[in-house]
Structure formats: C-alpha cells, structure tokens
C-alpha cells in the first residue's frame, strides 16, 4: 500500500478526470464531493506498479484483509453526509485514508479512529507526508469516541449490524450519521438526522458490501 514517491502528472490527473466523470454518471450530484474526488491523488493510496487499478471504480485490497473503498462508495456517502467546512467529522474505520482525505478536502476537520493496528501506524504516517492532516485514533471505533464527542457528522466505512446506540449519543443535535447497516455480506446505507435530543429521523438508500464492523457495538472481535 501507498506510492514510494507522490507525483501528480497529466497522466494521473486524466486518468482521475475520467473516474469523476463515471461517478458523475452513477449519480453522484454534489460538486463539492466531486472536486474532492477530482483533488485527491488516489494512486498515492497504491504501490506504483498498480497504477491502473487506481483509476478504476473499484475497491482494492490494502492488506491484513481491509479494502480501500469504492471511489463511487466514498462519493455516495460522502453525499449522504452533506458535508460542510468546518464540520467536526468521526470516521470509523481509517483503512488507507483515502476517505479521510476526501473530508478533509472538503474542509471538515476530522479524526478517524482505526481498529487494525498496523494500518492505523501506516496511514498516520503516510497521509500527513500527502499534505492531509486528521486525528489518527486506534481503537473500537463501534463505541465512537466519547473524548471527542459531540460531532456534528459520523461516517462509519465498515459493515455494522445495527446502529450503535453510542454512535448516535455522540451527534449534536442536527447531526448526520452514515453507516452501513445489514448482514456480513451486504448492508443498505442508512442515513440518520438528529432532529432532536431523543429523536432521529432514518432513511435507507442502496444495498453496498463493506468489510465487518468490529467491536462491541459490531460484530465482535
Ligand atoms: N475508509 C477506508 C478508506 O478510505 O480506505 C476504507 C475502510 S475499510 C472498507 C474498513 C475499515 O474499518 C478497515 O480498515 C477495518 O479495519 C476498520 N474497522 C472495522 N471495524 C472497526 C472498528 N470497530 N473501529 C474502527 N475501525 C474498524
């Protein structure tokens, strides 16, 4: 995982502009999470010799068995978080960054929590080398993180077979959650909105496959 030397050329950004415009064309709207896509170099997230593979809409192996999501998955619930500058993010599940990334240019501040230790040593080390700077947390990301709490957005990039209640304890009021929720093969995403202290309102959208949620509030360890 992750380029030995990070150059942006006119063949990566080519390659980067027609990824955004097949996002375009599976739905995705929002142009703010469109430029994130157009700014973010994902081939930085891939040894050089797989360059092409970066360029495509697909997930990728990043090793001890977690995947880099989806450029279309990133940019769907990316969407779904109506991010805005200056927003207090929670990631759940670190894995390369890259999604760190797209938040973080879109101006969020973000901390991301990461279960697997040696990914979460890596991708501290390598994103801020890119010129992105977050919170790197390793831990049980499924019990969120009350020492930051609260934060105005959630986005979690692991399966999860509920919504964890403490997920939804650490939003402010107003807040957006993201998740993935469903069995270990597939999972609807779900959009939660706290309209108020004790009341959420839930939307469910496509079906995705995202690797287990571990910890107390997903599948365990
Ligand atoms: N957001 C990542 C990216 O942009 O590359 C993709 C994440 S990958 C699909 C899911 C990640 O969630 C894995 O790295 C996995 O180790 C992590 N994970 C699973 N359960 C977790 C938990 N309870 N807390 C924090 N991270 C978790």
Request: net charge positive; charged share 30%.
């Given at each position: 995982m992750f380029a030995a030397v990070f150059e942006d050329n006119y063949r990566t950004k080519g390659l980067?502009?027609?990824?955004?415009?097949?996002?375009?064309?599976?739905?995705?709207?929002?142009?703010?999470?469109?430029?994130?896509?157009?700014?973010?170099?994902?081939?930085y997230f891939f040894d050089q010799?797989?360059?092409e593979h970066a360029y495509q809409d697909k997930a990728f192996p990043i090793g001890e068995g977690q995947t880099i999501s989806q450029p279309y998955t990133v940019a769907f619930q990316s969407e779904?978080?109506?991010?805005?500058?200056?927003?207090?993010?929670?990631e759940i599940g670190t894995g390369s960054g890259?999604?760190?990334?797209?938040?973080?240019?879109?101006?969020?501040?973000?901390?991301?929590?990461?279960?697997?230790?040696?990914?979460?040593?890596?991708?501290?080390?390598?994103l801020p080398k890119m010129g992105y700077h977050a919170t790197f947390l390793q831990g049980d990301g499924s019990q969120g993180v009350p020492r930051h709490a609260p934060f105005d957005r959630i986005i979690v990039t692991a399966g999860a077979p509920v919504v964890p209640k403490p997920l939804i304890e650490q939003l402010k009021v107003g807040g957006i959650l993201v998740i993935p929720v469903g069995d270990n093969e597939r999972q609807k995403m779900v959009?939660?909105?706290?309209?108020?202290?004790?009341?959420?309102?839930?939307?469910?959208?496509?079906?995705?496959?995202?690797?287990?949620?571990?910890?107390?509030?997903?599948?365990?360890?």
């Open positions: 980067r502009r027609n990824l955004v415009k097949q996002i375009e064309n599976k739905g995705i709207r929002d142009a703010r999470v469109l430029d994130a896509i157009n700014n973010v170099p994902r081939h010799a797989l360059l779904l978080l109506e991010v805005e500058p200056g927003n207090k993010i929670l890259y999604q760190a990334c797209i938040l973080l240019e879109m101006g969020a501040k973000v901390i991301t929590i990461e279960y697997q230790k040696k990914l979460y040593e890596q991708t501290r080390k390598v959009k939660v909105k706290k309209i108020e202290e004790n009341k959420i309102a839930k939307k469910e959208y496509d079906l995705f496959s995202f690797v287990p949620l571990k910890g107390k509030h997903g599948w365990g360890n």
